[in-house]
């Protein structure tokens, strides 16, 4: 949310699944016009209805959801971009409607890391102090406990969502 404000974004409308509820609640605290959980709403209708027709930019972060990519062809508009930035785990997209693509011109960038100056400059909105993100960091774990952090971090501990971990070598247990 804070990226896309960052960048020029007019309008930003985030997604997530029902679980994902405190963090929707989060986005919007943050300036999100819009979330929409996916698990009980169409993503591609309520994008296209909210944004007038669809984005000229979408970004997907989506982990291990290969439709996400299918979503983002439906919701980008005629020129538009989509950057891909959540692995899908080796998982293959269905389905996938490459006529949209050309039909529409889109540019579909995969993205794995970041230039230099975009960390600089990621680094100045942090120390700006205009963002509470503290509160996206859940917990810390002790370097003997990575594993655990990770499985919980993956969404493989029950109850538990977090946005942000740690792994601090030395932490005490």
Do not use: C
């Not at 609640?25 to 209805?49: H, K, N, Q, S």
């Not at 979503?71 to 971009?81: L, T």
């Amino acid at each position: 949310m804070i990226g896309a404000r960052a960048a020029g974004a007019r309008q930003v409308v985030i997604t997530g699944l029902a679980r994902d509820a405190a963090k929707l609640a989060f986005a919007r605290e943050l300036g999100a016009d819009v979330t929409v959980d996916v698990e009980t709403e169409d993503v591609v209708e309520r994008v296209r209805e909210v944004s007038g027709g669809g984005a000229e930019v979408v970004v997907d972060t989506t982990p291990y959801a290969p439709q996400s990519l299918n979503h983002a062809v439906a919701i980008a508009v005629r020129k538009g971009r989509i950057v891909v930035a959540g692995l899908k785990g080796l998982r293959p997209t269905r389905e996938l409607q490459a006529d949209d693509v050309i039909y529409k011109e889109l540019t579909i960038r995969g993205v794995l890391s970041m230039p230099v100056d975009v960390t600089f400059r990621a680094v100045e909105i942090i120390e700006s102090g205009r963002y509470p993100f503290e509160r996206m960091h859940t917990d810390s774990f002790p370097l003997e406990r990575a594993e655990e952090a990770i499985r919980t971090l993956a969404g493989a501990v029950p109850g538990v969502n977090p946005i942000h971990l740690a792994i601090v070598p030395g932490a005490r247990p």
